[in-house]
Each structure stands twice: as structure tokens, then as C-alpha cells.
């Protein structure tokens, strides 16, 4: 414990200096202006910003960089609340309520609670990745194929179980999902799939065009169709800290929104958008009053946005400790290190003591820029709702086109985008809930890859998932959550025959 403190204290000497303290500013404020602009995202402003750190040294290029990740995660959160657009992917579930309490003039507390939820979770994790890296690395190392399987399945089997809307209509958005992700080449036979000649679906349908898609022009399609526009929020400057009530809801969502966000964060392959698809799930589970979800209920925004600021940092596990990058970010990370002749792994913390302790140090610092930068904004970000709306959708249609097109240069994205918009105002109208559709997308082919993977080491054998001691575990736990899940349908069909017979008995009783 000494040496740790001992080995952070030398990290905040660098993190400190005038120079690395700039570089992390930068990164920062670039990030979460890369959140706040719809579509574009940590992994767009990173792989557009990599070029300009060449001529810097290895501690100031990958700290801005790292500035950029998880400010983006800050910053994803204004549109979501603002305008129910995600910011970038991570941010799709804050929308939900964040946008409900926006309507209902409570977008100041909204934009606070995601920034404080995002600085006490940004902050713990970075001190759970100092204390616990070494074991939960090792941990981690021993997720292979099946383990992942297991774990995605399990996931999906919790997502489904936690669910308190319709259940049927959750499944058939999430299947949706699952087919729209196996558009693309085939990882494994390299052939392309469902591509109809356009090779810009080789890589599939992004998460960004669809995401904006269904959230940013569905929701636009939908309220510029109301015979009366929504009334434009004019909130006072005193109305935008919480009240004791909001701050002692959010209390809880956002302790369990961290613990949460870091567990999945460090599991190689899985990525912190589905920690915000899990913690908003359980939120809802656990609420008292369910039915508030969906209509601006404060855990919503609370907990999800604090799960993806610490599985930001949770990712940093297996990046730096195995070198292992545990999503697209993390892996364009990894190869920025590469440039500057860093190379992540076991032996970074000895062989480059100064760039890996500078590093976690200048996550303390850069969290609370964050917050600073953050805070003082939020009465500046509330702001756009002052626009007349006949301004605002266009402006808002011409980000979304623009952020898509940056994003991959793609016209295909576009179309993807605006398909997916008539799309999202459709389900929208049938009381469907399209968040499931993302999650699907995203899940598709990492479930696909792991299980055929996991085939292949066992010459096609369905047992090595009973083999596997962590494998075998998950599936135990989602087989338990599926019968879970059956017993009130079977419940219900027991009484429907109960009450069946019974209308027969008075009728022959007649």
C-alpha cells in the first residue's frame, strides 16, 4: 500500500507539471465537446486527433487522448437531456428520462446530477483501477470465447428479467437488434453478409447512425408533428441545482451505477454502453415506483451515466495491464501508445513507471476539470432550449447529418440515419420501445464471434461451455433467470385455465 501511494504521489508530480496539466485541459474540453456534438463521439475525436500528438512525448499524447475518451462521456449527456439526442452511443439510455425531465423544466438538475453522478463515479473507479488492477487483470485474463459467451447471454437474460414494460415488445425490438448486427462481414469466413452490393456495409450498420437515427430524428418526427409544438423551458438560474429529494434519490443509482460500470468495463470484449443499458434496467427493477421511468425519473439519468464514466475507467484495466483493449476506443488507444513506443501490458508498470502512474494520476485530475468545466456550463447548455423550435430542429437535423458524415465519411450512414429516423417515429407511434434495438445491434456479433469461436477450439462440441468452470457458472445463473422469468407466465396460464374451468362449471352448472 506504501509503494502505491508512493508510486501515485510521484504519478500527481507529473500530472501536475504545466505541461501535462495543459494537455489534460485540452483533452477535456475537447472531449466533451465532442460529446455534446450529436454523432460524433470519443472514438471519432480520438482516431481525427491522434495525428496532432506525433510531435508530442508519450505522458501528454495519451493523457489528452484519454481527456478525450472520458470527457466525451461528460459531455454525451447535454444533447441526451437537451434535445433527446445521444451525444455519442454510451449516452442512448440517459435520453429517456434525462429528455422527460427537460420537458418537465427540471433540465438543470438533470445536466447537474449526470455531472456529479459522472465525477463521484469517474473518481471512485480511478481508485478502484489503482488499488484492484493486478488481480481483477488477472481475473479478467481468464475470459476466453466461451466465458464471453456466457457472460453476453447472461446479460441478455438480465436485461429481459429486469425489464417491467411489456416483455414481448422488449424481446422483439432487442431480435430486431440482433438481425440488424449480423449485416456486415463475416469475421470468420470473411464473406459478406446482407451487404446487397454496398460495400460500405462491410463493417455493418454503426451504433452512431443508428443511435441518432432513432433518437434524434424519430424524436424530432414525432414532436414536429404535434398540432402544438412542446412549450420551450425557460428555467431560471436558481432552478438548476437538484433539490434534497432528487440528490437522495440519485444517491443510491449512482453508488450502484459505479460499482456496475467498472465490473463490465473490465472484461475484455464487452463495452460501457451495455453497462448503461444493465444499470438503467436495474434502476427500474429496483425502483419503488416503476412506473415513473420513461417519464423523468432522476435514477434514470443518475445511474446510467454514472455507469459509463466508470466503465471508462474499468476499460483501463485490460488495456494497460494486458495490453488488451476491451473496445474500438480502447484499441485506437492502445495503438496511439504503440506510436509514441509505449507498449501496454504486465511490464508497462516497471518498464514505464513515470507514463503509467502519470497516467492514473492525471485521471483524479482530469475528472475534476471535468467537473469544473461541467458545473459553471450547465446554465449555458440549458440555454439552447430557448431557441424557437423552428430554428432548433433544423439546426438539430443539420448536426445529426454532419456527425454521422464525420464519423465514417459515409453517405450510406446518412441514409442509414434517416431510415432509421421514420423507423424510430413508426415503433414510437406503436408505444414501442426502441432502445433494445441498439442494445441488439451491439450484442449481435459479439455473441455471434464468441460462440463460433468457442466452437471451433472444440471441433464443433456444445459441452465446452459446460467444461469451462466460469462458463458453466453464467449459464447456470441465466438458466436460474429464465425459469425466473417463466414462472408468473406460467402462473398465468395456470390461472387462465383455473378461471376457464370455472366459467365452464357455471355454465353447465346453468
Known sequence: MLDVLQNLGDGFAVALSPGVLLYAFIGCLVGTLVGVLPGIGPLAGISLLLPATFGLDATRAVVMLAGIYYGAMYGGSTTSILMRIPGEAASVMTCIDGYAMARKGRAGPALTIAAIGSYIAGTASVVALMLLAPPLAGFALRFGPPEQFALLVLGLLVLAYMSVGSMLKSLAMATLGLLLGTIGIDHMSGYQRYGYGLHELGDGIGVVPLAVGLFGLGEILATAGRAKPPEVIHPRFRDLLPDRREMREAAAPVAR????????????????????????????????????????????????????????SGAFVPMLALGIPSGPVTAVLIAAMMVHGVQPGPLMMTQQPTLFWGFIASMYVGNLMLLILNLPLVGLFVQVLRIPYGYLFPAIVMFCILGVYAASGSIVDVWIMLIMGVLGYVLRKLDFETAPIVLGLILSPLIELAMRQSLSMSNGSYTIFLEKPIAATLLAAALVLLILGLLPLVRGVADWRARLAAADGDAESK
Open 257 to 312: 451505477g459505479t460499482i456496475l460500470g467498472f465490473l463490465v468495463g473490465i472484461i475484455p470484449g464487452s463495452a460501457h454502453i451495455i453497462a448503461t443499458f444493465v444499470s438503467y434496467a436495474v434502476e427500474k427493477k429496483l425502483s419503488k415506483k416503476p412506473e415513473e421511468f420513461g417519464k423523468g425519473a432522476i435514477a434514470g439519468v443518475a445511474g446510467p451515466e454514472s455507469a459509463n464514466n466508470a466503465a471508462t
